[in-house]
């Protein structure tokens, strides 16, 4: 499976946004897919994911403001990103994982990444 996440751009605190993540492959449509980031000097953290059947899951960080979804006709995952703070800044990864699995927020769990948008916002 590959992933090509787009998306990312420069906006104001308070301000959203939509990534996009495109999957291509066998059985794209079926697969987990989350929604990882990393800041600069930081580790990579979870963000969000959905799983084949459309339960998600959500980091306490962006739970309320984030909201990940998929169009399966697409093969694409979303995620809408609203009320965006400063601290949000980072470069945002899609993955995804084998077959009809869960959503889950282990970095291990993931197989596959895209190569990463760059999200900024400005205070």
């Known amino acids: 499976v590959q992933l090509q996440a787009s998306g990312g751009g420069l906006v104001q605190a308070g301000d959203s946004l939509r990534l996009s993540c495109a999957a291509s492959?066998?059985?794209?449509?079926?697969?987990?897919m989350a929604w990882f980031r990393q800041a600069p000097g930081k580790e990579r953290e979870f963000v969000a994911a959905?799983?084949?059947?459309?339960?998600?899951n959500y980091a306490d960080s962006v739970r309320g403001r984030f909201t990940i979804s998929r169009d399966k006709g697409k093969n694409t995952v979303y995620l809408q990103m609203n009320s965006l703070k400063p601290e949000d800044t980072a470069v945002y990864y899609c993955?995804?994982?084998?077959?009809?699995?869960?959503?889950?927020?282990?970095?291990?769990?993931?197989?596959?990444w895209g190569q990463g948008t760059q999200v900024t916002v400005s205070s």
């Open positions: 993955a995804s994982r084998n077959l009809y699995s869960s959503a889950t927020y282990s970095e291990g769990d993931y197989t596959n």
């Open positions: 492959g066998r059985s794209a449509s079926d697969r987990s």
């Open positions: 959905i799983n084949w059947n459309g339960d998600t």
